[in-house]
């Protein structure tokens, strides 16, 4: 296939191994989590930008996915003993699922009506999973210790859980990558500029937004199946923190929607913006304020984002990188 020659999806899949490889080399576990953080937020922003960069519909509620999934596996890990890599296949399976039923309704809505729903959505979700029994209600579930025995201790699980997180990354790039590049995504982008015309040209709207929807959910719950069981524990609060998934509109709107590269430049450096902040005794309380005001500049001044400033600037970046 012709995409498969692109250079600028092998530059960005080198990248990403080189660079989650150093700490493995190094031997370096503090590393290594920094970079499972780094790598869930790049899953997180490119999964959002394959719904909101190419479709243009911005879904604030997107997170629901990530609890969805990671509920939905950490029950079959605990309830079946099942293994993490078809609990986490089988979660996000369900979640697409889902997705695509929510997604017949919902996105015959435009605009802020759209916006405003996937909220809805999430809190629906997370009162939803408050009150389930069999999801440990408002407490949440956790693993006894002795379920990483299978995995060969608590810090093999660790590390695979890492190895996990860099194929779900490399996966959500190619398939941003090749829905970018296909005729398919083609007719995604005639939506996201104006839908009306598209439907002239011959692009089915409904039809079309549902795929997106649901591929666009399958990735975030393949994360959450991930993090929830290396954390071990998961409960409501932070399944379905609508803070996460607002941060992750930052990251798109940062690095610049619509690409393919974009999402992962927003995400890395929002998430060393965000470890700054956090762990400074000054702006701790203040990140998420921060957050807010560089989404505002974004808009105001840079919309293409990053990525999308460089390429409409310099011919070379916009040869090279997608």
């Known amino acids: 296939m012709k995409a498969l020659q692109n250079v600028s999806l092998w530059g960005l899949l080198v990248v990403i191994v080189a660079a989650t490889a150093i700490p493995i080399l190094l031997d370096a576990p503090a590393m290594r989590e920094e970079y499972f953080s780094m790598l869930m937020v790049i899953v997180l922003a490119s999964s959002i930008n394959i719904i909101v960069g190419y479709t243009g ?7 629901v996915f990530f609890g969805l999934g990671g509920y939905v596996a950490f029950w079959l890990m605990q309830t079946f003993a099942m293994h993490l890599a078809p609990a986490a296949v089988i979660g996000g399976l369900f979640t697409s699922l889902v997705a695509m039923l929510i997604g017949m309704p919902v996105l015959r809505l435009r605009g802020a009506y759209f916006a405003l729903a996937t909220i809805g959505i999430n809190e629906a979700m997370r009162t939803f999973v408050t009150n389930f029994d069999p999801f440990g209600g408002s407490v949440g579930m956790f693993f006894n210790f002795s379920v990483y025995d299978a995995y060969g201790g608590a810090k093999a699980a660790g590390q695979l859980a890492y190895y996990a997180m860099i194929a779900v990354a490399l996966a959500v790039v190619v398939t941003s990558f090749f829905i970018k590049k296909s005729k398919f995504g083609l007719g ?6 104006d839908q009306d015309t598209a439907m002239v040209l ?6 079309a937004k549902v795929i997106t929807y649901t ?24 399944a379905f923190d609508l ?3 607002i941060e992750s509109l930052v990251m798109v709107m940062l690095g610049g929607y619509g690409t393919v590269a974009g999402p992962i430049v927003g995400a890395v450096l929002y998430d060393r913006l965000r470890t ?31 990525v999308g400033w460089l390429r409409n600037r310099f011919t070379l970046v916009r040869r090279y990188v997608e």
Do not use: C, D, Q, W
């Open 57 to 63: 519909y911005v879904s604030f509620g997107h997170i």
């Open 276 to 306: 700054f902040l956090i762990t400074s005794e000054t702006f701790s309380s203040l990140h998420l304020f921060i957050a807010g005001a560089l989404l505002l500049v974004i808009v105001l001044f840079v919309t293409a984002g990053i």
């Open 215 to 238: 591929v666009s959910a399958f990735f975030p719950a393949l994360a959450g199946a991930i993090f929830f069981f290396k954390n071990g524990i998961i409960e409501p609060g932070a």
């Open 243 to 245: 803070h996460r998934s």
């Open 202 to 207: 011959g692009v089915n709207p409904s039809r």
């Open 188 to 193: 995604l982008m005639a939506i996201r500029e």
